[in-house]
């Protein structure tokens, strides 16, 4: 398949955030933020913050010295956010903005992750791919897979699905906003998005099935720019696939699609 033109990138929306920290050390009187480590044997934690001045804030996950951050809507919504690397100690932190890329912590709290199966994490609702059973999307793939056993089968309906139903939002593409976070259901009501769309649709449908499935960025030689796709778990063979719902939609002839590609066209940088 050949490589897509310039139009395809998305590359602005994910790129790794790296707040300056202007005061690193905890507010005792801040009572806008709050972890929740109840879902450990899920995988994940979930944040609350609220900003009574409209400040930004952002929470940070951290463990041997990498960090994920993520965009915390101020209105004190709880966020679930993944545990993604791994068993271990990590330190997830609330910030708050106080100018420009200027932060301040205003919570933080050491957890220790212990799963029995470090896949359990790619099975659940997370900010980025969010997901509950009363969603369209999420009925649809339940429809799609009723029946089917093997993994392998649900992969090919859910993938054959979003690629003949969701086309590439050339508009979007050129006015979302950094921090942008897909909503699934607005994706599939309206059957078109970027890449990160695809990924968190394609994403979600699986997961919501029992398929572990990774949403992964970083660069393919097939898209110019930073890139989302998809990891996703076959158990009966015990390997992760890769899968690019993105590229896939924008072939010419669908039917002669090779669902899976190959690891050597691309790089990955992030998963959730």
Known sequence: MRKFLGVMICFLLFLPFVPAVAEARLVPSQQSASIDASGLGKGVVSVKYASKAGKQGKAGITKNGK???YDLPGNGAAVRLPLQMQNGMYKVTIFEQ???NEYMMVASKNVSLQLKDSKTVFLQPVQNVHWTASMAPIK???NLTKGKGKTEDKIKAIHNYVIRNVKYDFNKMKTVQSGYVPNINTVFAAKKG????YAALFGAMLRSQGVPTKLVTGYSSKVQGYHAWNEVYIKEQNKWVIVDTTVDASS????KISIYKKASEYKKMNEY
């Open 98 to 100: 106080t100018k420009g």
């Open 194 to 197: 970027i890449c990160y769309d």
């Open 252 to 255: 010419k002839n669908n039917s």
């Open 67 to 69: 960090t994920y951050y």
């Open 140 to 142: 649809t793939a339940a």
